[in-house]
């Protein structure tokens, strides 16, 4: 089964930082899109950030602009979410997922190999 793995959650105080790592299970990511997507308590899943394949075009959802950063290194089939300037609105179940093509049209459609999340939570 393909599937990927996040993991570099935890609990961070507001303006802390995280880095969360996406990794694969069975299968490598350099030629596939993946996005960051995150759902708090009681809301919907929302896209938070997407990168290509050969990391040359990126996505950023507004209220995370200038505070996350997304990248990749193929070499170590790893994709990371680099999170500053937490806030307590940022505090969510992190999930990451792969699609073949990067698209500016329907940006969050077509993502598969869901990983199981990892808890970020932002608080005092």
């Known amino acids: 089964q393909l599937q990927l793995v996040e993991s570099g959650g935890g609990l961070v105080q507001p303006g802390g930082s995280l880095r969360l790592s996406c990794a694969p299970s069975g299968f490598t990511l350099e030629h596939f899109a993946i996005g960051w997507f995150r759902q708090a308590p009681g809301k919907e899943r929302e896209g938070v950030s997407c990168?290509?394949?050969?990391?040359?075009?990126?996505y950023y959802t507004d209220s995370v602009k200038g505070r996350f950063t997304i990248s990749r290194d193929n070499a170590k089939n790893t994709v990371y979410l680099q999170m500053n300037s937490l806030k307590p609105e940022d505090t969510a179940i992190y999930y990451c997922?792969?699609?073949?093509?990067?698209?500016?049209?329907?940006?969050?459609?077509?993502?598969?190999?869901w990983g199981q999340g990892t808890q970020v939570t932002v608080s005092s």
């Open positions: 997922a792969a699609k073949l093509f990067y698209t500016d049209q329907n940006m969050w459609s077509d993502f598969g190999s």
């Open positions: 990168i290509s394949s050969s990391g040359n075009r990126t």
